[in-house]
Nanobody, 126 residues
Framework: QVQLVESGGGLVQAGGSLRLSCAAS????????MGWFRQAPGKEREFVATISRGGANTKYADSAKGRFTISRDNSKNTVYLQMNSLKPEDTAVYYC???????????????????WGQGTQVTVSA
C-alpha cells in the first residue's frame, strides 16, 4: 500500500520559514517524480513545485520562485519543501504527490499524479 505522509507544517509569522517533509512508502521512490501542491480555503488545489525522479530537474509556480526550494533524498524516500520568506497568502494545506516517471527529466505541474498524501496545514500570520 502506497503511503505519502507529510509533516513539518505549523503556524509561523510572515517572513518566517518552514520545511515540509513527505515520507513515501510502498513504492519504488526513485522512479517517481514528486510534487507539492496546496489548497487554501475556498480555492482550488494549485501546483507549487515539482522535482524529477533523480532530482536534477525542478519547476516552481511563479508564487514560489525565489522563496521555496524542493529537494529529495532517494535514500530516505523523502521529498522536502523549504519555504522561506513566508507570506499570509501562503496559508494553505500542503500536499505532496507522486507520479510514475518514465524519463529522468520528467516533471509535471498538472494534478494528474498517481498518489497523494493527506496534507499538512501551513498558517502564516501577518
Amino acid at each position: 500500500q502506497v503511503q505519502l505522509v507529510e509533516s513539518g507544517g505549523g503556524l509561523v509569522q510572515a517572513g518566517g520559514s518552514l520545511r515540509l517533509s513527505c515520507a513515501a512508502s510502498g513504492l519504488t521512490f526513485s522512479i517517481y517524480s514528486m510534487g507539492w501542491f496546496r489548497q487554501a480555503p475556498g480555492k482550488e488545489r494549485e501546483f507549487v513545485a515539482t522535482i524529477s525522479r533523480g532530482g536534477a530537474n525542478t519547476k516552481y509556480a511563479d508564487s514560489a520562485k525565489g522563496r521555496f526550494t524542493i529537494s529529495r533524498d532517494n535514500s530516505k524516500n523523502t521529498v522536502y519543501l523549504q519555504m522561506n520568506s513566508l507570506k499570509p497568502e501562503d496559508t494553505a494545506v500542503y500536499y505532496c504527490a507522486a507520479e510514475r516517471a518514465y524519463a529522468n527529466s520528467y516533471i509535471s505541474t498538472s494534478k494528474e499524479y498517481d498518489y497523494w498524501g493527506q496534507g499538512t496545514q501551513v498558517t502564516v500570520s501577518a
